[in-house]
């Protein structure tokens, strides 16, 4: 079907037309869960040091955060020379090294980052790490089959890999993994730019983000990690087979619920997605991975699995020292700060989401429902609005709430009987239906405390808070991708040919959220 026209002169216009989401729509994580019981003496967490004086690295002295780039230290103050270890357990000889950088808070250890040894041409294998030397939970439960765990649909595969790892802390240096345990440790979470998932954010650190949906999906978020580690014992329990060698108390009596959301969040931030894997390996921690290898929306270079290994192909040349990126997926920002906790203003997957839902008030819902059904669409429908293509999403939404505006018994059998979705739309609904999304964008525009020039002001401020500057560059992308949507509601209101007329009155009118 033709791209269609907004009412050039009155009479039938299309009410409702198919429509395929994009195919680099992402669907959402899973969400983990909380609650706490006793802490003992000695609990930690991959990423301790985030706050309190359990946080192994707020211990550090600076002597010890400028360390030479590949040395980690152990709880001794030994040095644990962290890709020599690598290569004692079957790292064949590669094309990188670690190199550091000074993080924004001098009490923190400096960022570390895998970095080009040698001069590298697209299509180089950088390195590859064999599978004895990554974790995934293939590795967690050994001969077990994994259905013995996930098949409970109460513990998700991030949350297994994080417990694994805070029990293997535990047994410190007889642990196989402590030396990428100390690295995690040592990373504390962070991205390549040294800001934590807002999920470590205090309250009012996340008020940075208000106005912008992030902040209720952080918390949505939480309150899922919350809920999953509630059920831990349960499922340490129902998997009588998994942990059996860790002579410990039961999860939620050996680990607080905070130091599960920051084992947690530290697995989230550098897990990587295996494609083409059996499902025991499709989510695996690589030692020369993330966090260590930077995130990048317009770089295609992934970890692949072979054999017997994880590779890393590169997707562009590299000069010697030089930082080596991979893809992060079709991932919006809002998706890239709550997992990773950065933002990148090139990003040609970012996106907002508006949820348009049929009245169940109407008399004639259940038609609606069924033409809806009819041309793949739900009675709450989320649309995506991409970067660029802004115009496009609004002419996406239209068919819908032109639907949702029928309100005539005769009209409504038209649109049923139709053999294309077609139906009759009059001027003053046209003009209704452009005036409630005009209203509803600028009301959610009218949500962020901040104007553009505060926001401008604040992105410039080399001494502003990191996370207030992400934060602020998140809310600079979405009020962008608002504006362009106004802009386009209010070209189509411009193209109407008779701007007297008022908008249809409308008692069952569609819902935008």
Same mark, same amino acid.
């Given at each position: 079907m033709e791209p269609m026209k907004l009412c050039n002169v009155p009479g039938s216009v299309p009410c409702f037309q198919a429509f395929q989401l994009p195919s680099h729509s992402l669907a959402s994580k899973r969400f983990f869960p909380a609650g706490s019981r006793r802490l003992p003496s000695r609990s930690?967490?991959?990423?301790?040091?985030?706050?309190?004086?359990?946080?192994?690295? %707020?211990?550090k002295s600076q002597k010890e955060a400028h360390a030479?780039?590949?040395?980690?230290?152990?709880?001794?103050?030994?040095?644990?020379?962290?890709?020599?270890?690598?290569?004692?357990?079957g790292l064949p000889p590669c094309r990188v090294k !670690?190199?550091?950088?000074?993080?924004?808070?001098?009490?923190?250890?400096?960022?570390? *980052?895998? %970095?080009?040894?040698? @001069?590298?041409?697209?299509?180089? =294998?950088?390195?590859?790490?064999?599978?004895?030397?990554v974790v995934t939970l293939e590795r967690v439960l050994g001969n077990e089959t994994i259905a013995e765990l996930l098949t409970t649909n109460k513990l998700s595969e991030l949350a297994c890999l994080a417990l694994y790892l805070m029990y293997e802390k535990k047994q410190g240096k007889k642990s196989f993994w402590y030396p990428f345990i100390k690295e995690l440790d040592r990373q504390r979470g962070r991205g390549q730019l040294a800001v934590e998932?807002? /999920?470590?954010?205090?309250? @009012?650190e996340l008020e940075y983000l208000a106005g912008s949906p992030t902040r209720e999906e952080v918390l949505a978020r939480a309150a899922g990690i919350k809920r999953e580690y509630d059920e831990l014992d349960t499922v340490w329990f129902m998997a009588g087979s998994l942990f059996q060698q860790y002579p410990y108390d039961i999860p939620t009596e050996a680990?607080?619920?905070?130091?599960f959301k920051q084992a947690f969040v530290a697995v989230q931030?550098?897990?990587?997605? /295996?494609?083409? =894997?059996?499902?025991?390996?499709?989510? %695996? /921690?690589?030692?020369?991975?993330?966090?260590? !290898? %930077?995130?990048?929306?317009?770089?295609?270079?992934?970890? #692949?699995?072979?054999? @017997?290994?994880?590779?890393?192909?590169? @997707?562009?040349?590299?000069?010697?020292?030089?930082?080596?990126?991979?893809?992060?997926?079709?991932?919006?920002?809002?998706?890239?700060l709550l997992n990773y906790g950065f933002v990148d203003e090139e990003n040609p997957y970012d996106r907002l989401s508006?949820?348009?839902?049929?009245? #169940?008030?109407?008399?004639?819902?259940?038609?609606?429902?069924?033409?809806?059904?009819?041309?793949?669409? !739900? #009675?709450?429908?989320? *649309?995506h609005a991409y970067v660029g293509r802004e115009k496009e999403a609004i002419m996406d939404m239209l068919?819908?709430?032109?639907?949702?505006?029928?309100?005539?018994?005769?009209?409504?059998? #038209?649109?049923?009987?139709?053999?294309?979705?077609?139906?009759?739309?009059?001027?003053?609904?046209?003009?209704? =239906?452009?005036?409630q999304l005009r209203g509803y964008l600028k009301t959610r525009l009218a949500g962020y405390p901040t104007n553009q020039s505060e926001v401008d002001i604040l992105l410039a401020d080399i001494r502003a808070d990191p996370k207030r500057q992400v934060a602020m560059q998140l809310v600079k992308l979405e009020k962008k991708m608002l504006s362009a949507c106004l802009k386009a509601v209010d070209g189509f209101i411009n193209d109407l040919p008779d701007h007297s007329v008022a908008p249809c009155p409308a008692p069952y009118a569609p819902s935008l959220k």
């Open positions: 930690w967490s991959p990423c301790s040091g985030y706050g309190g004086s359990q946080g192994m690295v %707020a211990k030479k780039p590949h040395l980690l230290r152990g709880e001794d103050g030994e040095q644990i020379d962290l890709m020599s270890w690598m290569h004692s357990q !670690l190199r550091e950088r000074p993080s924004h808070d001098p009490k923190h250890f400096p960022i570390r *980052f895998v %970095a080009a040894s040698e @001069d590298l041409q697209s299509g180089d =294998v950088a390195f590859s790490v064999p599978n004895s030397l998932s807002p /999920l470590l954010w205090s309250d @009012d680990f607080s619920y905070e130091i931030s550098c897990v990587v997605h /295996l494609q083409k =894997v059996a499902l025991a390996r499709r989510f %695996a /921690l690589v030692p020369l991975g993330p966090p260590l !290898l %930077a995130y990048r929306s317009n770089c295609k270079a992934m970890l #692949t699995s072979t054999e @017997d290994a994880v590779q890393l192909v590169v @997707d562009r040349p590299y000069k010697s020292g030089e930082p080596i990126c991979v893809w992060c997926g079709p991932q919006p920002n809002s998706r890239l508006i949820e348009v839902s049929l009245n #169940t008030d109407d008399p004639q819902y259940q038609d609606k429902r069924m033409i809806a059904q009819r041309n793949g669409k !739900l #009675t709450v429908q989320v *649309f068919p819908y709430m032109r639907l949702g505006y029928v309100s005539d018994p005769a009209e409504m059998h #038209t649109v049923i009987s139709s053999q294309g979705p077609v139906c009759p739309v009059s001027p003053c609904v046209e003009r209704a =239906v452009l005036d």
